[in-house]
């Protein structure tokens, strides 16, 4: 028997209601929460003001590659677990701003979900928090990579079935996303959301309400899948990790002390909430983990690994591990490359806070120059305004970063950074640099020029605003107005990786897809929007 669910959504326009069976829902669960959250579908207003902050004008993180998705899920033997995953949303915090959702279920399986647009200290709050029970949870942070920037957007997704509620979070991007979403639709399932991972849940619910048992209709789905994901699910006593053939976008197990499991998109979701690391799902590994039975485990796919190199270089954070390391080890590593293949004589080493420090403090120590803190960035405003739309970066809050006089003064600097899509916000800097008494700029770029879009996950621009993409190095060092640029080479960055170089995604350096791209899929990111109710 189908449920009747009732989906209440807070939004500007007020509450609205739906009663359709098997549909995304929001529980109407809406205490007072003015003074922290957010009304549903409204950017935060703190965020759309234009700053008065202007020493260089610019929202750094709009010129960078964003990333895609935080998701994270905790299954408790008792006592309520809203609470772990918020702190495990909070930890996740970078990899995703515009939403942010829990689902918990309670001793019944009855799913109670609040999600809203903003950061997870916006969204939620105590009130909220202590009203979501349940020893089952898990959570979403987003950044809209398929679908455009609205609360029926944020995840988590919940669908009913007759083996009870079903909820997914997504991290990644699928390829085929509107060839599945067409097949549901035909197939009379009211889809809400412009999103791919709504697919891949409705696809579950389809399997279970035609008979199969959870992991089987997880297969079945995942099989209906192609692209990047890395998923957290769960039903009524259990939780689920899966990722796609390749592992494009990274999933860890966690344990804790009192037996808890948890699941995260990051290692660093596990340290916050004092979980052991026990393994990362395996790409083209699907795990079902129940209190009863612990970790069971299905290689539903042959595993081809792709990991996103950007990931390393970029997206994760520096706390996080991977391949049995922190990524700040890598990082520092891919900056003593760097200095090995692109040596240059200057008085300090800066790095571009935050994401470019640890290569800078890597060429340091491999090139013998001073390191320097030349670039202090406002640290208590935080990376508080990812928008994916041009006009909502226009009226979003800039990023300070205010060079430092004395430091600067007088000095060669080496300036490293981990990329340039753009190149506005590279100018801008060496603008500053300059302005704060530098001699001469060289900057130092820690991966390869970027000159192909990503269509896993994350969003890269379109290749025509890819400077490396249509101009030389040489007419990028013009155009930023650098003494010398040089990019670490393709090669560098794998081998200091000290893994199989094979296993990795670098098709934003190379345009060589793991995953075949189809060509419609390559014209916009919002394609989905044309299928929306
Ligand atoms: Fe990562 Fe680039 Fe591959 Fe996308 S295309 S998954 S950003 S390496």
């Given amino acids: 028997m189908v449920k009747k669910c009732l989906t209440l959504v807070r939004s500007k326009e007020g509450l609205f209601s739906s009663t359709q069976p098997n549909v995304l829902r929001i529980t109407a669960m809406l205490p007072d929460h003015s003074d922290h959250s957010v009304l549903a579908d409204e950017i935060p207003k703190d965020l759309m003001k234009p700053s008065n902050l202007h020493d260089i004008d610019d929202d750094i993180e709009s010129d960078k590659p964003q990333e895609a998705c935080g998701v994270f899920g905790v299954l408790a033997a008792e006592g309520d677990v809203a609470k772990l995953v918020y702190f495990g949303l909070y930890a996740l915090q970078h990899r995703g701003q515009e939403s942010a959702g829990i689902t918990v279920y309670d001793d019944r399986g ?113 099989r209906r899948c192609h692209g990047a994901f890395s ?193 506005t916000t590279s100018r801008k800097i060496v603008r500053a640099l300059r302005e704060a008494g530098a001699t001469e700029v060289h900057m130092r770029i820690s991966s390869p020029p970027v000159t192909h879009p990503c269509f896993y996950g994350i969003d890269t621009d379109s290749q025509d605003n890819l400077i490396a993409s249509h101009e030389s190095v040489a007419a990028i060092a013009k155009q930023i107005e650098v003494d010398t640029l040089a990019y670490l080479t393709h090669d560098a960055m794998l081998k200091a990786t000290h893994i199989d170089t094979t296993h990795f995604c670098t098709a934003c350096f190379t345009g060589k897809y793991p995953i075949e791209v189809p060509d419609k899929l390559k014209r916009t990111k919002l394609m989905l929007e044309s299928t929306a109710p």
């Fill in 231 to 423: 998923l957290v699910m769960a039903m009524p006593n259990a939780i689920a990790g899966a990722r796609d053939a390749y592992g494009v976008r990274p999933l860890v197990i966690g344990k804790t002390t009192d037996g808890s499991y948890v699941l995260a998109s990051e290692t660093c979701g596990l340290d916050i909430i004092g979980a052991e690391y026990v393994r990362e799902v395996l790409p083209g590994e699907l795990v079902i983990i129940t209190i009863e039975n612990g970790i069971q485990s299905l290689q539903w796919e042959e595993s081809k690994p792709k990991l996103c190199v950007f990931e390393m270089i970029y997206f994760a954070r520096p706390d996080s591990v991977m391949h049995d390391e922190s990524l700040y080890t890598y990082r520092m590593r891919i900056g003593s490359e760097l200095a090995k293949e692109s040596p240059i004589d200057a008085d300090i080493v800066i790095g571009v806070p935050d994401s470019g420090i640890p290569a800078a403090i890597g060429f340091s120590r491999e090139s013998g120059i001073p390191y320097a803190e030349g670039l202090i960035k406002n640290r208590y405003v935080g990376r508080t305004f990812i928008q994916p739309t041009q006009a909502m970066r226009e009226s979003g809050i800039k990023m300070k970063l205010n060079p430092l006089k004395d430091v600067l003064q007088g000095k060669r600097v080496i300036v490293i950074d981990d990329s340039i899509v753009r190149g």
């Fill in 110 to 222: 009855t799913t109670n979900t609040y999600k809203a647009m903003g950061l997870v200290s916006q969204v939620f709050n105590e009130t909220i928090l202590s009203s979501l029970k349940g020893s089952l949870a898990i959570g979403h942070n987003r950044y809209s990579t398929t679908g455009s920037s609205k609360v029926c957007n944020a995840q988590p997704i919940v669908v009913n079935t007759r083996l009870g509620d079903f909820s997914l979070a997504h991290n990644g991007n699928l390829v085929n996303a509107t060839e599945l979403r067409g097949e549901l639709s035909a197939q009379g399932h009211a889809l809400e959301s412009t999103t791919d991972s709504e697919g891949i849940a409705f696809a579950v619910s389809e399997a279970v309400d035609e008979g199969q048992d959870w992991q089987a209709a997880i297969v079945t789905a995942l």
